[in-house]
Nanobody, 115 residues
Framework: QVQLVESGGGLVQPGGSLRLSCAASGGIFSDYLMAWYRQAPGKQRELVAPIRSGGNANYAGSVKGRFTISRDNIRNTVYLQMNNLNPEDTAVYYC?????????WGQGTQVTVSS
């Protein structure tokens, strides 16, 4: 069983930055495909960025060039650096871990972009 705990959300002005963290425990972190998802009010949850154990990452088109996902396989933590935020980035951000057909979610952290 894997436990995921997100942190780092909050209120930020347009153009600002935030860094989200997701601390994992209970499994072999390096075995897992890690990812950040987000869900805005009234919308479906969407994939923001996945990252493989070796560091290969992909990004949704809407965040490419602004967000950077990274992972520390020693600290069992995955990060999401978010720059140049805009109101459309407002959502609950969730951390996800997947391996061998199993998927685990964190409780989510709220990000609100507003002036």
């Amino acid at each position: 069983q894997v436990q995921l705990v997100e942190s780092g959300g909050g209120l930020v002005q347009p153009g600002g930055s935030l860094r989200l963290s997701c601390a994992a425990s209970g499994g072999i972190f390096s075995d897992y495909l890690m990812a950040w998802y987000r869900q805005a009010p009234g919308k479906q949850r969407e994939l923001v960025a996945p990252i493989r154990s070796g560091g290969n990452a992909n990004y949704a088109g809407s965040v490419k060039g602004r967000f950077t996902i990274s992972r520390d396989n020693i600290r069992n933590t995955v990060y999401l650096q978010m720059n140049n935020l805009n109101p459309e980035d407002t959502a609950v951000y969730y951390c996800n871990a997947q391996n061998m057909g199993r998927s685990y979610w964190g409780q989510g952290t709220q990000v609100t972009v507003s002036s």
